[in-house]
């Protein structure tokens, strides 16, 4: 057995040498235990460096919390090192055991002013004097003189051992701190009630989830956001002329009356949300939140305590109660996108809501009631999931009460242009830009595009362009389309032997549509098949003539009409046709 790092007098308890002849420390092992527990010798002053770093990141009160806390381990751990020694001596001797144990430690010099203790009638009273405290030390070294006592690890750790001494809550508070500029330390204990003031230390036992907090704090972001978009979404991105977007539309209007649950199907990409939010804005629940959810971007096992909330302790690492979507959308509008991802365990739970008005936390018995309305969507057609079995067909009957098909891009290629317009608009407003437009052959490109992404693509697309395309000039396909683009996905491909592909029969059939709907010109037609070739021959004519069964001279003449009819609509300076050969 070894002498402890100091050879230093302890206080002379009764039992101290005792104590000290329970430190071990076992070299071969690289170990040292204070009776079973193994203890650590480590550097004050790094310790300090690490308390500062922790004050420094978190803040004053954060950092308070979490030492409280780790002092207050410490003091539980010490109380049952303390409930194994003999039990034929007094509770006041055994009690005195901590101080020792703190002082042994190197933490603090303790001497008792005063202790009264009586374990079986719950009473307690206790006050040290506290020498050398390292905590404080350290603290006015890095912080100078404070307002306030700082030995907050110190003080949780009597407050842990005292408690758990006790068996009830106690808590102490520093009346005299060196860190105030105060000689010494001075601590006073009593039981928690017995303080007046005694609930506004408690909240630094408690443990708080930053994680949590942050989560919290982005879901508000999240939402501030999207409610400041709110309106300027509703007044650009639901536009429209064409029959298909125009029959959704009226289904969407006559929704909004009413507080019919509405599901809305469509693909990827075809503005799902915006719709829910125009549903919202329009109804008489408008001036309440509006919350969205995408349950296909949460995970499975997270997904019900999102929607429903949680309970304090209904699992693991819930630190905190927090009210999930459903809660939050009270009043108002919830909008759960991709429904379809839900698990079958969320979707009976959310059937349960639906049919009852009602909601359970996890891990809460409370019954809360909501008022909610719902709004649904999906990409994948959920009858076809309910026939697969991965999807409830009750839950599917209750939320396709009033369903609106959202058309795909292609099948409303009128729309196209109004769209672009009004995202060109947009961008330019947000990136600080001034275009002209679009060139012809962008035009053309936008309307033969298949738009596999629908608006979101086109929005994408046309935010590149803005970004790419330098102010005073028209917008290049270039500039919208990736290569990938131009090389792969354009509709209008030419097979090799100059035929239109066969895939793209029923394009054929949309293009006439636009030519009767007065969409496009046979001119445009016409110049659209001439750049595809060109495009897909890179540049050279002959190449390009032969694709499209044309002498070279034939060619020509038409890209020079071509370039001619593109600059007497746009009164745009482009390059004559000997450059491009
Ligand atoms: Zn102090």
């Given at each position: 057995?070894?002498?402890?790092?100091?050879?230093e007098k302890?206080?002379?308890y009764?039992?101290?040498?005792?104590l000290?002849?329970?430190?071990?420390?076992?070299?071969?092992t690289?170990?040292?235990?204070l009776?079973?527990?193994?203890?650590l010798l480590v550097?004050?002053?790094?310790?300090?460096?690490?308390?500062?770093?922790l004050i420094?990141?978190l803040?004053?009160?954060?950092?308070r919390?979490?030492?409280?806390?780790?002092?207050?381990?410490?003091g539980?751990q010490?109380?049952?090192?303390?409930?194994?020694?003999?039990?034929?001596t007094?509770?006041l001797?055994?009690?005195?055991t901590?101080p020792q144990?703190?002082?042994l430690?190197g933490?603090?010099?303790?001497?008792?002013i005063?202790?009264e203790?009586?374990r079986s009638a719950?009473?307690?009273y206790?006050?040290?004097?506290?020498?050398?405290?390292?905590?404080g030390?350290?603290h006015?070294?890095?912080?100078?003189i404070?307002?306030?006592?700082?030995c907050?690890?110190?003080?949780?750790?009597a407050?842990?051992?005292?408690t758990?001494?006790?068996?009830r809550?106690?808590?102490?508070?520093?009346?005299?701190?060196?860190?105030m500029?105060?000689?010494?330390?001075?601590?006073?204990?009593?039981?928690i009630?017995?303080w007046?003031?005694?609930?506004e230390?408690?909240?630094?036992?408690?443990?708080?989830?930053?994680?949590?907090?942050?989560?919290?704090?982005?879901?508000q972001?999240?939402?501030?956001r999207?409610?400041?978009?709110?309106?300027?979404?509703q007044h650009?991105?639901?536009v429209?002329n064409?029959?298909?977007?125009?029959?959704?539309?009226?289904?969407?209007e006559?929704?909004?009356?009413?507080?019919?649950?509405?599901?809305?199907?469509?693909e990827?990409?075809?503005g799902?949300?915006?719709?829910?939010?125009?549903?919202?804005?329009r109804g008489a629940?408008?001036?309440?939140?509006f919350?969205a959810?995408n349950?296909?971007a949460?995970?499975?096992?997270?997904?019900?305590?999102?929607?429903?909330?949680v309970?304090?302790g209904?699992?693991?690492g819930a630190?905190?109660?927090r009210?999930?979507?459903?809660?939050?959308?009270?009043?108002?509008?919830l909008?759960?996108?991709?429904?379809?991802?839900?698990?079958?365990?969320?979707q009976?739970k959310?059937?349960?809501?639906?049919q009852?008005?009602?909601?359970?936390?996890?891990?809460?018995q409370?019954?809360r009631?909501?008022?909610?309305?719902?709004?649904?969507?999906?990409?994948?057609?959920?009858?076809?999931?309910?026939?697969?079995?991965?999807?409830?067909?009750?839950?599917?009957?209750?939320?396709n009460?009033?369903?609106?098909n959202?058309?795909?891009?292609?099948?409303?290629?009128?729309?196209?242009?109004l769209l672009?317009n009004?995202?060109?608009e947009?961008?330019?407003?947000?990136?600080?830009?001034?275009?002209?437009?679009?060139?012809d052959?962008s035009?053309r490109?936008?309307?033969?595009?298949?738009?596999?992404?629908n608006?979101r693509?086109l929005?994408n697309m046309?935010?590149?362009g803005?970004?790419?395309?330098?102010s005073?000039?028209?917008?290049e396909?270039d500039?919208?389309?990736?290569?990938?683009?131009?090389?792969?996905?354009?509709?209008?491909g030419?097979?090799?032997?100059?035929g239109?592909e066969?895939?793209h029969?029923?394009?054929g059939?949309?293009?006439?549509?636009?030519?009767?709907?007065?969409?496009?010109?046979?001119?445009q037609?016409?110049?659209?098949?001439?750049?595809?070739?060109?495009?897909?021959?890179?540049g050279n004519?002959?190449?390009?003539?032969?694709?499209?069964?044309?002498?070279r001279?034939?060619?020509?003449?038409?890209?020079?009409?071509?370039h001619?009819q593109d600059?007497?609509r746009?009164?745009?300076?482009?390059?004559?046709v000997?450059?491009q050969?």
């Amino acid at each position: 057995m070894a002498q402890p790092c100091k050879p230093e007098k302890i206080p002379s308890y009764e039992n101290s040498d005792d104590l000290r002849a329970r430190v071990h420390f076992c070299a071969e092992t690289g170990q040292i235990w204070l009776h079973e527990h193994r203890m650590l010798l480590v550097h004050a002053a790094t310790q300090a460096a690490l308390r500062k770093e922790l004050i420094d990141t978190l803040g004053m009160d954060r950092a308070r919390g979490l030492l409280t806390r780790m002092g207050y381990a410490s003091g539980v751990q010490d109380a049952e090192l303390v409930c194994t020694r003999a039990h034929d001596t007094s509770d006041l001797d055994i009690f005195m055991t901590g101080p020792q144990l703190h002082t042994l430690e190197g933490i603090v010099k303790v001497t008792p002013i005063r202790v009264e203790i009586d374990r079986s009638a719950g009473r307690f009273y206790a006050e040290f004097l506290w020498e050398n405290s390292w905590e404080g030390h350290w603290h006015k070294h890095y912080y100078g003189i404070q307002p306030d006592p700082v030995c907050w690890n110190q003080i949780g750790y009597a407050c842990g051992y005292s408690t758990a001494f006790m068996g009830r809550q106690i808590l102490y508070k520093e009346v005299e701190c060196i860190g105030m500029g105060d000689s010494n330390c001075r601590i006073i204990g009593k039981p928690i009630e017995e303080w007046e003031d005694g609930d506004e230390y408690a909240r630094f036992f408690s443990q708080e989830s930053i994680a949590d907090q942050l989560m919290e704090l982005q879901t508000q972001v999240v939402q501030l956001r999207s409610a400041m978009n709110a309106k300027e979404k509703q007044h650009s991105d639901i536009v429209g002329n064409s029959p298909p977007f125009r029959a959704a539309y009226e289904l969407l209007e006559q929704a909004s009356k009413s507080q019919i649950t509405v599901l809305l199907q469509g693909e990827t990409g075809v503005g799902k949300e915006v719709f829910a939010r125009a549903l919202h804005d329009r109804g008489a629940r408008r001036n309440e939140s509006f919350i969205a959810i995408n349950c296909a971007a949460i995970p499975h096992d997270l997904v019900e305590s999102e929607l429903f909330g949680v309970e304090k302790g209904a699992y693991t690492g819930a630190l905190v109660s927090r009210p999930g979507r459903f809660e939050r959308a009270n009043g108002g509008t919830l909008f759960l996108d991709e429904v379809g991802d839900l698990p079958l365990s969320a979707q009976a739970k959310l059937l349960r809501v639906l049919q009852e008005g009602e909601i359970e936390r996890l891990g809460d018995q409370k019954i809360r009631k909501v008022n909610v309305r719902l709004v649904a969507a999906s990409n994948i057609d959920l009858r076809t999931l309910a026939k697969e079995g991965k999807f409830r067909l009750d839950l599917y009957y209750r939320l396709n009460a009033f369903q609106i098909n959202i058309p795909p891009l292609r099948e409303r290629k009128e729309d196209i242009s109004l769209l672009a317009n009004r995202f060109l608009e947009k961008y330019s407003a947000i990136h600080g830009k001034k275009h002209r437009g679009f060139t012809d052959k962008s035009k053309r490109t936008l309307l033969s595009y298949a738009w596999p992404g629908n608006i979101r693509e086109l929005q994408n697309m046309i935010e590149r362009g803005v970004i790419l395309a330098p102010s005073g000039t028209r917008i290049e396909v270039d500039q919208m389309f990736s290569s990938y683009h131009t090389d792969h996905s354009l509709e209008f491909g030419l097979d090799s032997n100059g035929g239109l592909e066969i895939a793209h029969e029923k394009t054929g059939k949309e293009l006439c549509e636009a030519v009767f709907n007065g969409v496009m010109t046979l001119d445009q037609i016409d110049g659209m098949l001439v750049d595809a070739a060109v495009d897909k021959a890179r540049g050279n004519l002959s190449k390009a003539a032969r694709l499209l069964g044309l002498t070279r001279r034939q060619l020509a003449y038409r890209l020079e009409r071509l370039h001619e009819q593109d600059s007497e609509r746009t009164g745009a300076i482009s390059r004559p046709v000997s450059d491009q050969l």
